[in-house]
């Protein structure tokens, strides 16, 4: 056969325009309704930026498994898709505008809308291009974005159906807010770090007499909304206080001391100040005690009127100048260092501040005791702890956000009237100008996708989702949310599994962040290696649920094993001719017996492994078989057989066959070399659609046989390595067994041992025919016999002997000498002498074998 292979392999060559044609020829494309459906949607990558080695993982890891289940005949559909990402976005915008001096106030909405549109539109692209680069074979025609009118029209239908059943209510509630997106977060949006902080113990003095309360707190800039001091009902240290006013510090506002037995009399002083517009617990305190609700600081965090003089300030600066007000005015018993854990945004990183807020809830009682009874199987199983933990006894939702880009709440305002719809109840009413969470939108994804709320035939066919991968850090935020509202809004889990990978790392372990910079831009990675030693490093180095270690040496060694398949395939490409290539499986020799039995097994292990999501594992049985069996041993003994005009055809039948399906099977992991091999060897179209490979043939005793002969060479192979004897020098050997079969599978197979044994003369036999003096190595079944002769150079033995002698004769007079010396033993730490009177000890006794060999050949 004629072979275009260059001698090695260019993985830029290789995938050269290869996706293009990929798409071009819609191999991608789902819509084959004769096929069993399999589904996986992709998890919406952000229009924020650029792709990341965390997204090359798991997209690689889809790819992988819709790759095969394409190849096993399934109507195989990866949903494409991005998501709008509403605050990460929103902030990009503004950033842009800020750059330009532009503010988005000055845009007003509309406009503003019009620039975020046209970075969505630059940004998609340029993750289409990274998808293309990856190799990933998503099906463009049915690819969605989370602001597309279709999936409007599901978050409209899941707001206003969840309203009216009492779902989602509007109301005042403590939030986590971002004083610098200015919007509400939802719980899970805030990133907690123990960090020192201080406890400032602020004087409240008491309105009638000289007296005074000590309350311990971290955020002293709120104390000018406070609207109590709160003490236990049973505290008998303060029981006269209560019903008594005191004066919040430095000012004349007057506040009353009351009682509450949420107070812990342990923390503290046992008194603590009562903030209902900035505290959650405050919060509920103040409904109990019908307490005012006022704010001293804005949306942005800067005081405002409340706080007198201090007015304008920004929170944290603020906090300094109070104590050092009230340090002057004797006003603060004492300050501590205290640790906490401290809140920031995982949007902007900044400091979150809880703050009363007029928000929209997602009521979550009923709804969390019915996500626990999904049937989704997790892998690893023992995250389906940790969303059954995080599932009991969860808060409401805080699902509105202050931002202009996203889904617009459908609802209406006019005087203190509401109303949820899409369309506008008349005159006079205004919508509502928040939008909702990123989340609420993405939650629908899997079935929002496919038509949702109507009830489209794709819906009816690629719904359930078969297989959810992403990343075990989302699990709150995007997985218990898209199985609750797909129980909610369709009956059903919206995916059978969900199959969670960890971060990736650095080669030290340490988390990737541009502070460390230690990032890997998978782009340059591609360009070095190429993308197929990008997919299999990434996919073969972590255990499902593990975190993965990124190592330029093990991309390397990726690239290295594909380099390898190229020769494979490059041998036997150019050692076929051209004839219709069938296997007689009647007329198999022994290594073509064994090499099919071991593909057998090989192909049931690996989709043992695939099924399970042990890709590690998968690729460990492909990459042995084709490494060390295939490769090292058929192939090598194929060039005996390809002489022999009997064997001649079979051999290339054999070759063509096991390379067809080493291809086949490696091919969801690296597709784009294994496609290029694929055409250059069967000249078909393409790997893409080509049948997985199927289980036909198995001889136990084949492969037996034939590990036998294996071990027997390894074995011969290993004593001319310890005898540091050339592969290439003949040896007289001897091969003895009394089992009457293993004879004559080795007479059979004579020429063949002859040739890897490397023997001037190879005698089988039921017992040792030579004479001369032997070296025995003893296996299972055989005994095998070498002269021993062949094996050593006498003259060479005794020269590296007697060196060996000689050094070691200065190392004991070294030693010895050290050891007599008083200055060194009154001087030396004792483990010192220790350690050098073993060495002594050591040298002796490495001289005394030395000698005795040298006498074997004076």
């Not at 299999?536 to 990124?550: A, E």
């Not at 004839?579 to 198999?588: A, G, P, W, Y």
């Not at 007079?813 to 010396?821: E, G, I």
């Not at 060495?839 to 074997?856: A, H, P, T």
């Amino acid at each position: 056969m004629k072979t275009n292979l260059e001698t090695k392999y260019d993985h830029l060559k290789v995938e050269e325009n290869r996706y293009d044609n990929w798409v071009r020829k819609e191999y991608f494309n789902a819509n084959r309704r004769e096929l069993e459906p399999f589904t996986i949607v992709i998890p919406p990558p952000n229009v924020t930026g650029k792709l990341h080695l965390g997204h090359a993982w798991d997209n690689t890891l889809q790819d992988i498994i819709i790759r095969r289940k394409r190849m096993q005949g399934y109507d195989a559909l990866f949903l494409p898709g991005m998501d709008h990402a509403g605050i990460a976005t929103q902030a990009r915008v503004d950033e842009k505008l800020r750059k330009q001096n532009i503010s988005r106030y000055d845009l007003g909405r509309e406009k503003f809308l019009e620039v975020a549109w046209q970075w969505k539109e630059e940004y998609s692209t340029h993750i289409r291009k990274q998808w293309k680069a990856l190799g990933i074979s998503v099906d463009y025609s049915k690819e969605r974005f989370t602001l597309d009118k279709g999936l409007n029209d599901a978050v409209n239908h899941v707001f206003i159906t969840m309203h009216e059943k009492g779902l989602i209510y509007r109301g005042n509630r403590i939030i986590h807010w971002d004083v610098n997106a200015k919007t509400a977060l939802s719980n899970i949006e805030v990133e907690y770090k123990d960090e020192l902080s201080k406890l400032y113990y602020l004087k409240y003095n008491l309105v009638d007499s000289n007296d005074h309360l000590v309350i311990a707190t971290t955020r002293p800039e709120t104390m000018f909304a406070d609207q109590a001091l709160m003490v236990h009902p049973f505290d008998l240290r303060y029981r006269k206080y209560v019903g008594k006013e005191v004066f919040i510090p430095g000012t004349n506002v007057k506040i009353k001391v009351i009682s509450d037995d949420y107070v812990d009399m342990d923390f503290g002083t046992g008194v603590v100040k009562v903030t209902p517009a900035h505290d959650a617990n405050d919060f509920e305190v103040g409904l109990r005690h019908n307490l005012a609700m006022p704010h001293c600081m804005d949306e942005s965090g800067h005081l405002n009127a409340m706080a007198f003089e201090f007015e304008g300030l920004e929170r944290f600066e603020a906090r300094k100048k109070v104590i050092e007000k009230l340090e002057k005015i004797g006003q603060v018993e004492k300050i501590e260092d205290y640790q906490t854990n401290i809140g920031y945004s995982e949007r902007t990183g900044v400091v979150v501040e809880p703050r009363l807020s007029l928000q929209w809830f997602v009521k979550m009682d009923e709804i969390a005791k019915d996500s626990l009874k999904t049937e989704t199987e997790f892998v690893p199983e023992r995250f389906k702890k940790i969303y059954n933990n995080w599932m009991t006894d969860t808060q409401d939702w805080c699902i509105s956000r202050q931002l202009w880009w996203g889904h617009r709440i459908p609802a209406w305002y006019k005087d203190e009237k509401v109303k949820v719809q899409i369309e506008s109840p008349g005159e006079s009413w205004t919508q509502d100008e928040d939008v909702l969470d990123t989340w609420f939108s993405s939650a629908l994804w899997p079935f929002s996708t496919l038509g949702f709320p109507e009830n489209t035939e794709d819906l009816m066919r690629y719904y359930p989702t078969d297989v959810l991968v992403t990343g075990y850090d989302i699990i709150f935020f995007w997985v218990a949310r898209m199985i609750f509202q797909g129980r909610l809004f369709t009956n059903k889990d919206p995916f059978k599994k969900v199959l969670l990978h960890g971060l990736i790392r650095d080669k030290d372990g340490r988390k990737m962040s541009k502070s460390l910079n230690n990032g890997v831009d998978p782009m340059d990675v591609i360009k070095e290696y190429g993308v197929d030693a990008l997919r299999y490093f990434l996919t073969t180095n972590s255990s499902p649920g593990q975190d993965l270690r990124y190592d330029t040496e093990k991309v390397e060694s990726s690239w290295n094993f594909i380099n390898k398949l190229w020769n494979i395939s490059r041998f036997v490409m150019m050692n076929l001719d051209d004839f219709n290539f069938e296997v007689d499986f009647n007329n198999l020799s022994l290594f073509d017996s064994w090499i099919l039995s071991r593909l057998n097994d090989v192909i049931i292990e690996a989709d043992i492994h695939y099924e399970k999501f042990n890709f590690n594992e998968a690729s460990h049985v492909l990459y042995n078989f084709i490494w060390n069996e295939f490769a090292a041993w058929y192939v090598e003994l194929s060039k005996i057989s390809l002489k022999d005009e009997k064997l001649n055809k079979n051999t290339q039948s054999v070759l063509y066959y096991v390379l067809e399906s080493v291809l086949k099977l490696l091919h969801p992991f690296i597709p784009f070399v294994t496609d290029m091999l694929y055409v250059e060897l069967t000249k078909e179209d393409s790997i893409i659609r080509a049948n997985w490979p199927v289980i036909n043939y198995k001889n136990e005793k084949d492969i037996k046989d034939l590990n036998i002969i294996i071990d027997l060479i390894t074995r011969v192979r290993n004593l001319r390595a310890e005898y540091k004897v050339l592969p290439s020098k003949p040896l007289l050997i001897n091969i003895v067994t009394s089992d009457a079969n293993l004879i004559n599978v080795l007479q059979k197979h004579h020429n063949y041992l002859t040739e890897f044994l490397k023997t001037s003369n190879l005698i089988i036999s039921k017992e040792l025919e030579t004479l001369d003096e032997t070296i025995v190595i003893v296996a299972n079944e055989i005994s095998i016999y070498i002269v021993k002769e062949d094996l050593i150079d006498k003259e060479e033995q005794i020269l590296l002997l007697t060196k060996q002698k000689e050094q070691l004769e200065k190392e004991i007079k070294r030693s010895k000498d050290m050891l007599s010396n008083e200055r060194f033993l009154s001087k030396a730490p004792e483990a010192k002498i220790l350690e050098e009177k073993l060495k002594y000890e050591n040298y002796l006794s490495q001289y005394e074998k030395v000698m005795d060999e040298l006498k074997e050949y004076v």
